[in-house]
């Protein structure tokens, strides 16, 4: 069974976000920001030794995967983010693919949603739109993405390499894509792609094409497969905060069946994106430890092989 890690590119700076949000932004802008919003809530949540790194540096790419080989990480699910030719953040994985380092297995999942002032790729106060275009602009795309693909890294089922998308039902003509681009990967000389569907908070369509799905978690659950038990609600100084009990969206995560179509389960350390969101409006889990986090992970992993038959398990931070 196979541990793979979301891995998030947004700690080094672009131009592009220099220009909506200050110059010098990163991540870690947020990260140094973020303030408590009730008594005893883990804000800032500041980096290990206070370790603001930045991912265009290779020693601390390296650095990365030798913690996640050590600690039972198979290999990273890189976001890519991709506007119709446009590219967002992609100087980090595109020094893994120049220099070959590190050498630790890795996949891509297409993060297709418009980039707003709001941090929730809906449609309001649009920073970067996101179009499909049309066949010329998914073979511009696919050729892009075939230096990943034919790469010894690339993660593999089935003889074809793993390609996931976060958001299918935002794509107007997804399932032509998919064959399409499918045609193409066998031009090139593999035998195909292996798509794959992210199931989260989005309505979850019904697309042909894909070979299976991902539960991403806890968005997933909290969306679709729970009750109202799972909230929380915290009075502060006149304020209404709402967050989810992470023990109870753990139990739901652990008393589920899986369905017929083949699907990867999820995990989830924890989550708090007070930071980017700096107001009422943050998702909020509360109760996480270590601890819990070791006994529900042992628990996912066992179901992932037992009753999923899954090789492989996704891990949201």
Request: with cysteine.
């Amino acid at each position: 069974m196979k541990i793979i890690a979301f891995y998030l590119p947004q700690f080094h700076q672009i131009k592009e976000n220099d220009r909506w949000w200050g110059k010098g932004f990163t991540e870690w802008t947020n990260t140094k920001s973020a303030r408590p919003l009730f008594s005893k809530h883990y804000q800032p949540r500041e980096p290990y030794q206070d370790f603001y790194y930045d991912l265009t540096d290779p020693s601390v790419r390296k650095w990365q995967a030798e913690i996640a080989k050590a600690h039972g990480i198979y290999g990273f699910c890189y976001y890519h983010y991709w506007f119709k030719g446009k590219r967002l953040l992609e100087t980090p994985f595109n020094e893994v693919l120049k220099t070959g380092e590190p050498d630790f297995p890795f996949c891509l999942s297409w993060a297709n949603e418009p980039w707003t002032k709001t941090w929730d790729g809906l449609d309001s106060h649009i920073l970067m739109p996101q179009n499909y275009g049309e066949l010329s602009d998914w073979k511009e795309h696919f050729d892009y993405l075939l230096q990943a693909f034919q790469d010894e890294r690339y993660i593999r089922i089935d003889d074809k390499p793993l390609f996931i998308i976060y958001r299918p039902g935002h794509i107007p003509d997804c399932e032509q894509m998919l064959n399409y681009w499918n045609i193409l990967a066998q031009e090139n000389g593999l035998k195909g792609i292996y798509f794959v569907e992210t199931l989260n908070s989005f309505p979850l369509p019904n697309i042909h094409g894909f070979d299976a799905s991902i539960q991403f978690e806890p968005f997933y659950t909290i969306a679709h497969d729970s009750s109202s038990d799972i909230n929380k609600t915290i009075y502060e100084s006149g304020k209404q905060i709402n967050a989810w009990d992470y023990d109870k969206v753990w139990m739901y995560i652990l008393k589920r069946s899986p369905s017929e179509k083949k699907t990867f389960p999820g995990a989830f350390v924890d989550w708090d994106n007070t930071a980017r969101r700096k107001d009422l409006n943050s998702s909020i889990f509360l109760g996480s430890t270590p601890e819990k986090f070791t006994i529900y992970l042992s628990k996912q992993i066992y179901r992932t092989y037992s009753l999923y038959n899954s090789e492989f398990l996704f891990m949201n931070a």
